[in-house]
């Protein structure tokens, strides 16, 4: 079982930085693949970004602008934010998934055996 919690949402102007952290309780957190999801309102759930074991897979959309990075000593993931503008604007949540992760289904959120409760990130313009 693991427990994920989100932290570093927030306001800020387009063009400005986040850093989102995602705190994993248990001792094998090195193990799942980590992802990070989005929704805005009335729309779907939207992959962010992934780290499996051979890879870190990005969103066309964020690619350039942000950096998933995870510590696997502190049992954490995060995803750096740069150059926000308001289409970024949703409830942003982590994930994680057995065996590392796959590198063939890691922007399917129902690939994700664990989810955080997420957190809350606005952009304005």
């Known amino acids: 079982q693991v427990q994920l919690v989100e932290s570093g949402g927030g306001l800020v102007h387009s063009g400005g930085s986040l850093r989102l952290s995602c705190a994993a309780s248990?001792?094998?957190?090195?193990?799942?693949?980590m992802g990070w999801f989005r929704q805005a309102p009335g729309k779907e759930r939207e992959f962010v970004a992934a780290?499996?074991?051979?890879?870190?897979y990005y969103l066309d959309s964020v690619k350039g602008r942000f950096t998933m990075s995870r510590d696997n000593a502190k049992n954490t993931a995060y995803l750096q934010m740069n150059s926000l503008n308001p289409e970024d604007t949703a409830v942003y949540y982590c994930?994680?998934?057995?065996?590392?992760?796959?590198?063939?289904?890691?922007?399917?959120?129902?690939?994700?055996?664990?989810w955080g409760q997420g957190t809350q990130v606005t952009v304005s313009s």
């Open positions: 994930a994680a998934s057995g065996n590392g992760g796959s590198d063939y289904y890691y922007k399917e959120p129902l690939k994700y055996d664990y």
């Open positions: 780290i499996t074991w051979r890879n870190t």
């Open positions: 248990g001792r094998t957190f090195s193990r799942y693949g």
